[in-house]
Protein backbone atom coordinates (compact mmCIF):
# COMPACT_ATOMS: atom_id res chain seq x y z
CA UNK A 1 0.00 0.00 0.00
CA UNK A 2 2.77 2.18 0.99
CA UNK A 3 3.84 2.26 -2.82
CA UNK A 4 0.46 4.03 -3.95
CA UNK A 5 0.04 7.68 -4.16
CA UNK A 6 0.49 9.68 -1.02
CA UNK A 7 -2.14 11.75 -0.78
CA UNK A 8 -1.84 13.05 3.00
CA UNK A 9 1.33 12.88 5.49
CA UNK A 10 1.17 13.77 9.09
CA UNK A 11 2.01 13.83 12.66
CA UNK A 12 -0.77 13.00 15.02
CA UNK A 13 -1.64 16.04 17.69
CA UNK A 14 -2.69 15.71 21.60
CA UNK A 15 -6.06 17.37 20.45
CA UNK A 16 -6.85 14.13 18.56
CA UNK A 17 -6.72 11.95 21.42
CA UNK A 18 -9.79 10.64 23.18
CA UNK A 19 -10.91 9.19 26.21
CA UNK A 20 -9.72 5.69 25.44
CA UNK A 21 -5.57 6.80 24.92
CA UNK A 22 -5.92 6.69 20.89
CA UNK A 23 -6.80 8.40 17.99
CA UNK A 24 -10.60 9.33 17.82
CA UNK A 25 -12.75 7.60 15.19
CA UNK A 26 -13.46 10.94 13.62
CA UNK A 27 -10.11 11.92 12.53
CA UNK A 28 -10.05 8.87 10.94
CA UNK A 29 -12.59 9.63 9.19
CA UNK A 30 -11.42 13.37 8.32
CA UNK A 31 -8.04 12.37 7.15
CA UNK A 32 -9.39 9.64 4.77
CA UNK A 33 -12.12 11.96 3.38
CA UNK A 34 -9.08 14.54 2.99
CA UNK A 35 -6.43 12.10 1.43
CA UNK A 36 -9.87 11.90 -1.27
CA UNK A 37 -10.08 15.61 -1.64
CA UNK A 38 -6.50 16.17 -2.31
CA UNK A 39 -6.50 13.66 -4.81
CA UNK A 40 -9.53 15.22 -6.53
CA UNK A 41 -7.98 18.92 -6.63
CA UNK A 42 -4.59 17.51 -8.18
CA UNK A 43 -6.71 16.22 -11.22
CA UNK A 44 -8.53 19.26 -11.61
CA UNK A 45 -11.53 19.14 -9.47
CA UNK A 46 -10.26 22.27 -8.23
CA UNK A 47 -12.58 25.63 -6.87
CA UNK A 48 -11.46 26.76 -10.12
CA UNK A 49 -12.77 24.77 -11.99
CA UNK A 50 -16.00 25.08 -9.55
CA UNK A 51 -16.62 28.15 -10.61
CA UNK A 52 -15.80 28.04 -14.13
CA UNK A 53 -18.20 25.01 -14.82
CA UNK A 54 -20.55 25.24 -12.16
CA UNK A 55 -19.82 21.30 -11.39
CA UNK A 56 -18.27 19.26 -8.51
CA UNK A 57 -18.85 16.48 -6.37
CA UNK A 58 -20.78 14.96 -4.15
CA UNK A 59 -19.84 11.81 -1.64
CA UNK A 60 -22.28 8.97 -2.50
CA UNK A 61 -21.20 6.55 -0.33
CA UNK A 62 -18.30 5.87 2.62
CA UNK A 63 -17.48 2.48 4.00
CA UNK A 64 -14.69 3.22 6.93
CA UNK A 65 -12.97 -0.06 8.13
CA UNK A 66 -10.61 0.02 11.23
CA UNK A 67 -8.10 -2.53 12.00
CA UNK A 68 -5.35 -0.81 14.09
CA UNK A 69 -5.31 2.17 17.24
CA UNK A 70 -3.41 5.00 16.07
CA UNK A 71 -1.62 6.68 19.02
CA UNK A 72 -1.01 10.76 19.62
CA UNK A 73 2.78 11.43 18.35
CA UNK A 74 2.34 8.64 15.84
CA UNK A 75 3.10 9.84 11.69
CA UNK A 76 0.55 8.46 9.61
CA UNK A 77 0.23 8.76 5.60
CA UNK A 78 -2.70 8.24 2.93
CA UNK A 79 -2.74 6.51 0.05
CA UNK A 80 -4.97 6.13 -2.71
CA UNK A 81 -5.96 3.26 -5.20
CA UNK A 82 -8.81 3.84 -7.56
CA UNK A 83 -10.89 1.28 -8.70
CA UNK A 84 -13.41 1.84 -11.39
CA UNK A 85 -14.44 5.63 -13.32
CA UNK A 86 -16.78 6.58 -15.65
CA UNK A 87 -17.73 9.82 -16.77
CA UNK A 88 -20.14 10.49 -13.87
CA UNK A 89 -18.71 8.58 -10.93
CA UNK A 90 -15.53 7.71 -9.43
CA UNK A 91 -14.67 4.41 -6.74
CA UNK A 92 -11.97 3.74 -4.93
CA UNK A 93 -10.17 3.18 -1.54
CA UNK A 94 -7.77 5.63 0.61
CA UNK A 95 -5.66 3.66 3.29
CA UNK A 96 -4.52 4.98 6.44
CA UNK A 97 -0.98 4.02 7.32
CA UNK A 98 0.15 3.80 11.02
CA UNK A 99 3.90 4.53 9.75
CA UNK A 100 5.42 4.30 13.42
CA UNK A 101 3.42 1.06 14.24
CA UNK A 102 3.72 -0.08 10.73
CA UNK A 103 0.48 -1.21 10.67
CA UNK A 104 -2.56 -0.51 8.67
CA UNK A 105 -5.11 1.87 10.71
CA UNK A 106 -7.80 2.31 8.52
CA UNK A 107 -9.36 2.24 4.73
CA UNK A 108 -11.86 4.31 3.34
CA UNK A 109 -13.93 2.84 0.63
CA UNK A 110 -15.79 5.79 -1.06
CA UNK A 111 -17.57 6.54 -4.24
CA UNK A 112 -17.51 10.27 -5.57
CA UNK A 113 -20.38 11.63 -8.16
CA UNK A 114 -19.54 14.57 -10.56
CA UNK A 115 -22.56 17.04 -10.21
CA UNK A 116 -23.99 20.10 -11.58
CA UNK A 117 -24.44 22.47 -8.66
CA UNK A 118 -27.26 23.90 -10.28
CA UNK A 119 -29.59 21.46 -10.50
CA UNK A 120 -28.13 18.78 -8.02
CA UNK A 121 -28.10 16.02 -9.78
CA UNK A 122 -25.32 13.69 -11.35
CA UNK A 123 -23.78 14.53 -14.75
CA UNK A 124 -20.98 14.10 -16.97
CA UNK A 125 -17.94 16.01 -15.94
CA UNK A 126 -17.24 17.71 -19.71
CA UNK A 127 -20.96 18.11 -20.00
CA UNK A 128 -20.93 21.61 -17.90
CA UNK A 129 -18.25 23.53 -19.29
CA UNK A 130 -20.53 26.73 -19.75
CA UNK A 131 -17.89 29.50 -20.22
CA UNK A 132 -15.80 26.85 -22.56
CA UNK A 133 -18.95 25.44 -24.81
CA UNK A 134 -18.96 26.76 -27.98
CA UNK A 135 -21.74 29.12 -29.02
CA UNK A 136 -24.85 26.77 -30.42
CA UNK A 137 -23.77 23.64 -28.60
CA UNK A 138 -27.16 21.21 -28.52
CA UNK A 139 -28.37 19.45 -25.57
CA UNK A 140 -29.35 16.38 -25.10
CA UNK A 141 -30.81 16.44 -21.82
CA UNK A 142 -31.50 18.57 -18.63
CA UNK A 143 -28.16 20.42 -18.23
CA UNK A 144 -26.57 18.02 -20.39
CA UNK A 145 -24.69 19.45 -23.62
CA UNK A 146 -23.94 16.68 -26.04
CA UNK A 147 -19.73 17.55 -25.64
CA UNK A 148 -17.03 14.78 -26.06
CA UNK A 149 -18.98 11.56 -25.76
CA UNK A 150 -16.75 8.43 -24.74
CA UNK A 151 -18.04 6.05 -27.56
CA UNK A 152 -16.71 8.94 -30.46
CA UNK A 153 -12.84 8.22 -28.75
CA UNK A 154 -12.25 11.32 -26.86
CA UNK A 155 -12.12 10.91 -22.79
CA UNK A 156 -14.59 12.99 -21.21
CA UNK A 157 -12.80 15.47 -18.74
CA UNK A 158 -13.07 13.24 -15.41
CA UNK A 159 -12.07 9.96 -17.58
CA UNK A 160 -9.21 11.95 -18.26
CA UNK A 161 -8.36 13.02 -14.52
CA UNK A 162 -9.21 9.72 -13.37
CA UNK A 163 -6.87 8.21 -15.73
CA UNK A 164 -3.98 10.63 -14.60
CA UNK A 165 -4.54 9.22 -11.10
CA UNK A 166 -4.53 5.66 -12.25
CA UNK A 167 -0.74 5.96 -14.15
CA UNK A 168 0.49 7.46 -10.92
Same mark, same amino acid.
Given at each position: ???????????????????????????? #??? *? %??? /????? $?? =?? +????? &?? !???????????????????????????????????????????????????????? #??? *? %??? /????? $?? =?? +????? &?? !??????????????????????????????????????
Amino acid at each position: MASLPTTLSRGIPDSFEDANGHMNVRYH #LDL *T %VHA /VATML $RQ =VG +LTDDY &RT !RTGCGTFALEHHLNYFAEVLVGHDVTAHLRLFERSPKVVHGMAFLLDRTSERLAAT #LEF *T %VAH /VDLGT $RR =VS +LASAH &RR !RDRPAGRRRCGPGLARSRHPRDGRATELSRMARAISRR
